[in-house]
């Protein structure tokens, strides 16, 4: 398994900033997933982030609104950038480890107002 | 159309019932099937995994998948108060390990 942290654990933060998310694992892990889960929703992927390339983003998601780096195997962040009410949300990541297990962080719940 | 349906419930049962959880997807592509766990305010937990058709058994969790329907099973036995939490069903692909999830069922389970 993997222990995955993140930083900040909650943020209140005004329309128009940005916020950087932290997200640390215990070990060496080559994948690393971004997800949000919005309100009562489940999980959507934003992007994966792989170190040593370039983060690839899903469809409706795109780098100038969540950049994200990986600068190495234990380490990445995420920014929301100039957040509006529609960002409050989960944001949560998560790493592959052994086989094909994917573990989550415990997540950092954003509120924008 | 959502590549993994759940029924979001809510599901109330009593301690000691059987849980039954179940979902469908559409991609065939998909190898891997997880179950997560997620109790209010805290990141999924991963509960079960499989890869490809089969059961898995660990404790009081049975996880099933039959490729040849689409559909995929969690049962929980002898049901505990603990056990109360939103439970999502995720499948991925071999090549590329991006999960697509249920939209979560809600447990409630009654002592």
């Known amino acids: 398994s993997a222990v995955i942290s993140q930083k900040p654990s909650r943020d209140i933060c005004q329309r128009g900033t940005s916020l950087t998310i932290q997200c640390q694992v215990d070990s060496q892990v080559t994948m690393m997933f971004w997800y949000r889960q919005q309100p009562g929703q489940s999980l959507t992927l934003i992007a994966t982030a792989n170190q040593g390339s370039e983060a690839t983003y899903e469809s409706g998601f795109v780098i100038d609104k969540f950049p994200i780096s990986r600068p190495n195997l234990t380490f990445s962040t995420l920014t929301v950038s100039n957040m509006s009410p529609e960002d409050s949300s989960i944001y949560l990541c998560s790493v592959i480890a052994g086989d094909y297990e994917q573990y989550f962080g415990p997540g950092t719940r954003l509120t924008v107002t | 159309q959502k590549e993994v349906e759940q029924d979001p419930g809510p599901l109330s049962v009593p301690e000691g019932a059987i849980v039954s959880l179940n979902c469908t997807y559409s991609?065939?592509?998909?190898?891997?099937f997880m179950w997560y766990r997620q109790y209010s305010r805290k990141g999924p937990e991963l509960l079960m995994y499989t890869y490809s058709s089969g059961n898995k058994e660990d404790g009081r969790f049975t996880a099933q998948v039959d490729k040849s329907s689409k559909y995929i099973s969690l049962f929980i036995r002898d049901s505990q108060p603990s056990d109360s939490a939103t439970y999502l069903c995720?499948?991925?692909?071999?090549?590329?390990?991006?999960?697509?999830f249920g939209a979560g069922t809600t447990v409630t389970v009654r002592a």
């Open positions: 991609n065939s592509a998909f190898q891997y």
């Open positions: 995720a499948s991925a692909g071999s090549n590329d390990y991006k999960l697509s």
